[in-house]
């Protein structure tokens, strides 16, 4: 079997010097934009886990940047709770939180809860519970950076 080379002699030249039209699709250009977007979501996808809601007592986390005075929630040792500094009742609790965060602009708010290492884990998890049933949604524990690392 032979080839036909045409009158050119050339494999792909057509008449009248043109090249011919190139039937192949370039995936150079999708291949970049695919290994971008790999390393953007590898970048975010840890960033979307740092809201969950839990803290160890100690870490070596950075601190968040706030615009407001944080609104601070605290359960001491003996199991008596706080608003900023203020001491207040179980009972009190969610009806106080409503009308501070309702003053300073709803119940998107991040609330920083505070407890004591040796505090009662039961009152902490009522506190937390209290908060959650009242609709409370943003509340994150505060830690101390872990010393000796």
Not at 79 to 105: C, H, Q, W, Y
Not at 108 to 128: H, L, N, P, Q, S
Request: proline share 4%; glycine share 12%; hydrophobic share 45%.
């Amino acid at each position: 079997m032979g080839m036909n080379m045409g009158a050119s002699g050339g494999g792909g030249r057509r008449r009248g010097g043109r090249k011919a039209v190139m039937a192949e699709i370039n995936v150079t250009p999708m291949v970049d934009v695919m290994l971008v977007l790999l390393i953007i979501f590898m970048v975010s996808a840890p960033l979307l886990t740092v809201g969950v809601p839990l803290d160890l007592p100690q870490t070596q986390a950075k601190s968040l940047e706030q615009d407001k005075t944080p609104l601070q929630l605290s359960v001491d040792i003996k199991g008596k709770i706080f608003i900023n500094d203020t001491e207040v009742s179980m009972s009190e609790l969610v009806p106080k939180l409503k009308a501070i965060t309702d003053a300073r602009g709803g119940f998107e708010e991040r609330i920083f809860m505070r407890a004591d290492k040796k505090a009662d884990y039961g009152t902490v998890a009522r506190v937390m519970g209290q908060l959650s049933g009242a609709g409370f949604k943003r509340l994150a524990l505060v830690t101390e950076v872990e010393q000796g690392s």
